[in-house]
């Protein structure tokens, strides 16, 4: 079965940093762009960034309101995705969602992360 | 950044009915578009690429159409479990912009 699976979510104050992991399994992970999305309590979804492959130089791109504070990476030797998250702020609280990329494929349920003191 | 506007906002239906949802971009973007589905609680499904390819284990009620800047996703004889938000989702330059999502209800 094609999917992904987040994690890593929970509870932080303003400042602080967490580490999301999308574990995929049911293709070939290595071959495939990565992204990271996300959505605030009630609103839309907001694109966070892209991981490309290795063959690409895992070159990253990220959305305006997180670069410079978020990274992404992958282990294409574990099927992971990560989303290294520093200097979070309340504006940040939100479920993640992880996809392929450049056209969207599986997504999982998601992992809430609350920004808050 | 490209601007994704989708019409109407919200869109009430009746069982049976064919609707069909707009998306307009800011800029040309060939056929990078992409319809997902989503159900309240639920994470995003996606149905369309490419403007109207459909995703494997998507029923053929679904269907897209468009190029450049404008696009369209077509429900056919809607069911009670079609009723949801969807959104259009551009992927042809940084940074990928969504729609604000169309909110389908049961009339």
């Known amino acids: 079965e094609v999917q992904v699976v987040e994690s890593g979510g929970g509870l932080v104050e303003p400042g602080g940093s967490l580490r999301l992991s999308c574990a995929a399994s049911?293709?070939?992970?290595?071959?495939?762009?990565m992204i990271w999305v996300r959505q605030a309590p009630g609103k839309g979804l907001e694109w966070v960034g892209r991981?490309?492959?290795?063959?690409?130089?895992?070159?990253?791109d990220y959305a305006a309101p997180v670069r410079g504070r978020f990274t992404i990476s992958r282990d294409d030797s574990s099927n992971t995705l990560y989303l290294q998250m520093n200097s979070l702020k309340t504006e940040d609280t939100a479920v993640y969602y992880c996809?392929?990329?450049?056209?969207?494929?599986?997504w999982g349920q998601g992992t809430l992360v609350t920004v808050s003191s | 950044d490209i601007q994704m506007t989708q019409s109407p906002s919200s869109l009430s239906a009746s069982v049976g009915d064919r609707v069909t949802i707009t998306c307009r971009a800011s800029q040309g973007i060939s056929t990078y578009l992409a319809w997902l589905q989503q159900k309240p609680g639920k994470a995003p499904k996606s149905l369309i690429y490419?403007?109207?390819s459909l995703q494997s284990g998507v029923p053929s009620k679904f269907s897209g159409s468009g190029s450049g800047t404008d696009f369209t996703l077509t429900i056919s004889s809607l069911q009670p479990e079609d009723f949801a938000t969807y959104y259009c989702?551009?992927?042809?330059?940084?940074?990928?912009?969504f729609g604000q999502g169309t909110k389908l209800e049961i009339k």
């Open positions: 490419a403007a109207s």
């Open positions: 989702q551009q992927y042809n330059s940084y940074p990928y912009t």
């Open positions: 991981i490309k492959i290795k063959s690409d130089g895992e070159a990253t």
């Open positions: 049911g293709f070939d992970f290595s071959k495939l762009w």
């Open positions: 996809t392929t990329a450049p056209r969207p494929g599986p």
